[in-house]
């Protein structure tokens, strides 16, 4: 049955369009040509109804074809309607609920991005997460990836949907990401190693709603709104004994305004919550053996602890180093490596200190001004929470890129990971605004901090690229 999913796209528009030739047609353009195609494919397409009925499985291929030539003329609308009627035919020759028909709901959620139809791509993807459900059959990870991608177009919607969904859409995401660890839990048991890569994203999640609730803008108060709608207003009080009387939902005349300590996080007991899971993590990799992976998951609790300011986290990165020359790195190797300040948290969790210097090379991009420059860039998930970062797997997702706004500047980062001292060097826009959102957000961010000789060091005027992303409306 899977056969039905291997459309001869190509083949089929050459062998239709065989009459077509060079020295038949020899000024016909692009567009004329695949109006040719188009006729030809419709033309077998009723054929092969004539002969079988409107769902026979023989359709699937001629309709592919001209979804391909649909795409080709950029008429997208066209491309649905066909997709639909092969999804159709599918159900009925496959049953609702077989697992080929996943492959061509994500061909249709692929579509509905190109549309822009944003509440149709949360309906598909909750239909893939029912057929993976459905078609279990002992494996969870294909379900867990269906939530995952459900959790990610939450926070991609973040960007591109209207503002009145905003915060529905980011706890939304923490929610998945609890299914996530519930469902992986039952499959695979605490202490699994298979549960680190689940583990490490809602770690991850958890700080992107930090970030949020504290990034100032509207989207923070709408998103501090929900929380307390969800959680009540604890879970956003000061983590410390004495906040704990200082109020609160039962004796506050306002019970949502949280009780906070001078330059305290709103939410942070989320962050704590995601310290824990990555304790979980090195406790994983110490039981394994992995010393390598160890090192890792180490240097990933240590970005946690200076996220909820706990210092510098010189501890916990010197036990890091330690753990990477005992796993063989050279010590050049581990020098480089933490010799330039990075933002925190990384993106990916990765067990491979190979891989994690590939990733930071990678956050390198070259200057506007001098492309012979590489600086360090970050570009926010959204104008109204700069701080919050827009995950780099978006565009290799969801298939489109969004134009950017390019502010310049140079930083001061601290010994502790923080950000102080920005000063504008260039801009793609001449928008103020711009600049100034920049500037301001920019003092969010937190980085892991460059050491010299296993000493955490202040680094004056770093380079950094800021970029807001445009939403498509």
Same mark, same amino acid.
């Given at each position: ?73 950029? +008429? ?62 002992? +494996? ?11 959790? !990610? ?18 706890? +939304? ?41 504290? !990034? ?65 993590? @090195? ?126 500047? @140079? ?63």
């Amino acid at each position: 049955m899977r056969a039905l999913l291997i459309f001869c796209t190509v083949g089929l528009v050459a062998a239709l369009s065989g009459a077509v030739l060079p020295a038949e047609q020899p000024k016909l353009n692009k567009s004329q040509t695949v109006n040719r195609q188009m006729a030809l494919v419709q033309a077998r397409i009723t054929e092969v109804e004539s002969e079988s009925g409107p769902y026979a499985s023989g359709l699937l291929e001629p309709l592919q074809a001209l979804s391909e030539l649909y795409l080709t003329a950029q +008429d997208f609308e066209a491309v649905a309607d066909v997709q639909s009627r092969q999804l159709q035919i599918m159900r009925a020759e496959l049953g609702l609920d077989h697992p080929d028909n996943i492959a061509m709901v994500n061909a249709i959620i692929v579509n509905n991005i190109r549309m822009h139809e944003w509440t149709e791509v949360s309906d598909n993807l909750e239909h893939i997460r029912y057929l993976e459900s459905a078609n279990g059959q002992g +494996d969870i990870e294909p379900l867990l990836h269906a939530i995952d991608a459900q959790a !990610s177009w939450s926070l991609a919607q973040i960007a591109v949907a209207g503002p009145r969904m905003r915060a529905r859409n980011l706890l +939304d995401a923490r929610e998945s990401y609890d299914d996530i660890k519930d469902l992986a839990q039952d499959a695979f048991g605490e202490d699994s190693l298979a549960m680190v890569p689940w583990l490490y994203k809602r770690a991850l999640n958890l700080h992107q709603v930090v970030s949020v609730l504290n !990034s100032g803008g509207g989207l923070a108060g709408d998103a501090m709104d929900r929380v307390i709608q969800m959680d009540g207003v604890a879970r956003l009080q000061t983590y410390n004994a004495r906040s704990r009387f200082a109020g609160g939902a039962f004796f506050d005349r306002n019970p949502r305004i949280p009780v906070l300590d001078a330059d305290s996080l709103i939410g942070e007991y989320y962050l704590r919550d995601a310290l824990l899971e990555l304790k979980t993590i @090195t406790e994983i990799y110490e039981q394994s053996g992995d010393i390598e992976a160890q090192a890792m998951a180490t240097i990933y609790y240590g970005d946690f602890r200076v996220l909820l300011g706990f210092g510098s986290g010189r501890k916990t990165y010197r036990e890091a180093m330690d753990l990477l020359r005992e796993a063989g790195i050279a010590e050049n190797r581990i020098s480089q490596f933490f010799d330039v300040p990075q933002i925190i948290p990384v993106e990916d969790f990765t067990a491979s200190f190979a891989q994690a210097e590939i990733a930071k090379n990678a956050a390198l991009v070259p200057s506007i001004s001098d492309e012979s420059l590489l600086i360090a860039q970050f570009t926010a998930l959204e104008e109204d929470a700069g701080n919050v970062g827009m995950p780099a797997s978006f565009t290799n997702r969801w298939g489109f890129k969004l134009p950017e706004d390019v502010v310049e500047m @140079t930083i001061n980062v601290s010994s502790t990971g923080g950000v102080s001292s920005a000063k504008f060097l260039t801009a793609s826009s001449h928008e103020k605004s711009i600049r100034h959102k920049a500037l301001r957000s920019v003092r969010g961010l937190k980085f892991r901090p460059r050491f010299e000789e296993a000493n955490a060091v202040h680094v004056r005027e770093m380079k950094l690229s800021y970029r807001f992303e445009e939403a498509p409306r």
